[in-house]
């Protein structure tokens, strides 16, 4: 396993790039992402590159059929666990096309329950999805943050140092008990023994 974070960048909004790179992170950009990456050293560049218009002159491209079951997107979180990487944050899957946003959601979905963690980055916020574990934040924490049960139930749920509480409470995916809830300047912790949880917090958050 590495230590570092994978950085995908894809080709939705993305007017907020700042990277602060180590030497084992690794950047994928993914089709018309690589505008957005091409300042920074990318590691890898994925796509069918329908919105890049062009295929990028970079030593590692792979490049997709346009017809395909996996995203782009999907590709490069695969090949950034095939690398051996855990953590994962996720610029450019948000905006644009609805469809595309929701499917990158999903993504989450699938590094949870591949015991790794995803944080798709928006304008404003950052969402991630944790399955049968938990989630800490800092006491400097500000803002509201949203718990919603992803996928049927999620039994087992406990939140801690925010402004409403639970424990050991059942979410169900059809409705939104878990919604803007408040940091409280101490620790929090969101944790779900059985199931997954979406959260959204805010984006100066650093969970």
């Known amino acids: 396993m590495k230590k570092g974070i994978c950085y995908i960048i894809g080709a939705g909004e993305c007017s907020r790039l700042l990277l602060q790179l180590k030497d084992e992170d690794y950047v994928i950009a993914v089709d018309g992402g690589y505008e957005y990456a091409k300042d920074y050293r990318i ?33 490069a979180i695969k090949e950034g666990l095939e690398a051996g990487y855990k953590t994962f944050h996720i610029y450019g899957g948000c905006g644009g096309r ?9 993504h989450l979905a699938y590094l949870a329950e591949r015991d790794a963690r995803g944080y798709l980055h928006d304008e404003e916020s950052i969402m991630t999805v944790i399955a049968d574990t938990k989630i800490s934040f800092p006491a400097d924490a500000a803002g509201y943050v949203s718990v919603f049960a992803y996928g049927n139930e999620a039994k087992g749920v406990d939140l801690s140092g925010l402004k409403y509480l639970l424990k050991n409470a059942t979410l169900d995916h059809s409705y939104p008990l878990g919604v803007s809830n408040e940091f409280m300047g101490k620790e929090a912790c969101v944790s779900v023994k059985e199931g997954k949880l979406l959260i ?5 958050v650093h969970a």
């Open 43 to 75: 590691d890898l560049v994925v796509g069918d590159f329908d919105s890049l218009g062009y295929v990028p002159h970079h030593p590692n491209v792979i490049k997709l059929m346009p017809e395909k079951d996996d995203t782009d997107m999907l590709v």
């Open 98 to 106: 609805m469809d595309h946003t929701i499917a990158n959601i999903q």
């Open 200 to 204: 959204v917090f805010p984006d100066s």
